[in-house]
């Protein structure tokens, strides 16, 4: 209890830094700037208006909320080591474990509630435009915030051990391969070349596949989503997250800080 006593403190002291990250409210203008704008962009358009629109804001929402993950993410380790304040926590009872996955956890919240934030810009400039809402888009929403949770984490292992430049570029080459892998598994899988196949399906095994989150044509076109296709996403989400924080710990716990 001790423990999750001291994570949480951890996770608090974490959200309170992130919300005064100026970087984090520009991000967010532009994101909901961009969602209202679809309203524009949708009128624009000759048919299908409406989809348009909320192709708009679930675009908005995924790339904002990834941008503000990584490049906000990244520099919450390194400011405590900057600043010199991480000899002070760690000295402290308190594990290098426990303030990882504290920090972790500050910035999963940090991002949950920028992302309820562009929830309701979404739902209101969805409702004003007249433009349809059913549990297709709660599903899509639910996903993107699964699909953060696994960027955070990612961004979390690279800051253990790299610099802020180093860390952000790594996450995001990560996560745009991520939306890849599924592409480059299936053009391997037709290669003459078994050396092909065979490196495209490793890439696509070791590397998140991040399209497992992407709702957004379902959501957008009212198609079907199952909830397999809900549940399945969160269990990879929650097990893939789990294997990099413990690989993050494990190199942040041999991190020599002088």
């Known amino acids: 209890m001790g423990s999750i006593s001291r994570m949480a403190a951890i996770a608090t002291n974490t959200l309170r830094e992130a919300i005064r990250n100026r970087l984090l409210y520009v991000l967010l203008f532009f ?4 969602m209202c704008a679809g309203i524009f962009l949708s009128a624009l358009a000759y048919v299908e208006g409406e989809r348009v629109l909320q ?17 906000v993410g990244v520099n919450l380790i390194h400011r405590d080591v900057e600043r010199r304040t991480v000899y002070t926590i760690l000295s402290k009872p308190l594990t ?6 504290g920090k972790f956890a500050g910035l999963v919240l940090t991002i949950w509630l920028q992302l309820t934030i562009m929830v309701v810009v979404f739902v ?21 915030g699964a699909e953060l949770v696994l960027i955070v984490a990612v961004a979390t292992f690279f800051s253990a051990f790299t610099s ?4 952000s570029f790594f996450s995001a080459g990560i996560w745009g391969i991520g939306h890849l892998t599924r592409d480059l598994r299936d053009i391997g899988a037709s290669s003459q070349s078994e050396a092909v196949q065979s490196a495209t399906v490793w890439l696509h095994r070791v590397l998140p596949d991040l399209e497992s989150f992407n709702l957004t044509i ?13 549940g399945l996403a969160l269990v990879y989400a929650a097990g893939y997250a789990t294997l990099v924080l413990f690989a993050a710990t494990a190199v942040f716990s041999r991190r020599d800080f002088r």
């Open 124 to 144: 209101a400039v969805s409702l004003l435009a007249g433009a349809p809402l059913d549990a297709g888009h709660a599903a899509a929403f639910i996903l993107i």
């Open 55 to 71: 192709n708009v804001g679930l675009g908005a929402t995924r790339i904002f909320s990834v941008v503000i993950a990584i490049f």
């Open 164 to 167: 802020p430049m180093l860390a």
């Open 31 to 34: 994101a909901v700037s961009l």
């Open 218 to 230: 379902e959501a957008v076109h009212g198609l079907p989503i199952s909830a397999a296709d809900v």
């Open 96 to 101: 290098r474990t426990e303030f990882l996955l």
